[in-house]
């Protein structure tokens, strides 16, 4: 297998692995607080233990010297995976997934501003366009049943975040920031923890809870894992398919109706998103 075969399949891996998140959350009797404390404590636990053994403490340790940008990393990483908990129980899984894809927007906007990165003409326009995607979405969440305008404005929150967290990594390149998940999670479940309730999780859902973690840790690892053969670009486009299936994955199990809103925004969205990383990854291989 080729480095690029071998990348698409890791983070096609990745993807997989993630794509169950929202239904996890929907299927765990528990309130959103406490989910996210197991999810996070687990989730950390599990890769720092896999780093541990794979890599040793080198990683830990490259980590702590990148100072506040791994602080600013961190923090953006752990709040947003209690945010994703939050929107997906205030409103429509597809309303979530659909939001949070409009990251790469976020970052664009955030590298112009902390990095000094031209915003170029495909910029503009991928950012008018998932705009009005999301005007979309957020105009359907008072007609279709289980969507919220709160639930979405978290879920705008956790593309925010994570595209913080992702701009602040940057300035690190040389440096993978993957042992900083484990702090990230474990030091957020932590603090969630006075206002969360772990022991109310019933034994029938203990099985579902290690399962979640599960899935979140390995779709980290392959996540991170991937960009290693593969350009960004690839990445993203990959990393799409996590919006359409996860979606579609509740409304089979479930059936929770996206409703007509959520999907053509979310269409408009993610051509938009398909569109300008395609445009990327055609010039790179001309060049």
Partial sequence: ???????????????????????????????????????LLNAGMLIGLGLLVWQGTAPFRA???TGWTGVIYGVCTGLSGVMFVLAVAHTSVANVVFIIASMP?????????FLGEPITKRMMLTICAVAVGLSIIAYGSGETKGASIKGDLMALAVSAAFAAGL????????VSMVAAVPFAYIGMAVLTLPVAAPMTVLPAQVPLVMMHAGFIALSSIFLALGPRYITSAEVALLVLGESIFAPLLVWVVLGENPGPWA???????????FASNLIVLLRRKRA
């Fill in 167 to 174: 701009t602040a990594a940057r300035q690190m390149r040389h």
């Fill in 263 to 273: 999907l053509a925004g979310g269409a408009v969205v993610l051509v938009a998103l």
């Fill in 105 to 113: 927007v976020f970052a664009m906007m955030f590298s112009r501003v």
């Fill in 1 to 39: 297998m080729t480095p690029h075969l071998k990348g698409i399949a890791i983070t096609s891996l990745g993807v997989l692995f993630v794509v169950p998140d929202s239904l996890f959350v929907r299927l765990i009797e528990a309130d959103p607080l406490t989910i996210a404390f197991w999810r």
């Fill in 63 to 65: 980590v702590f010297q």
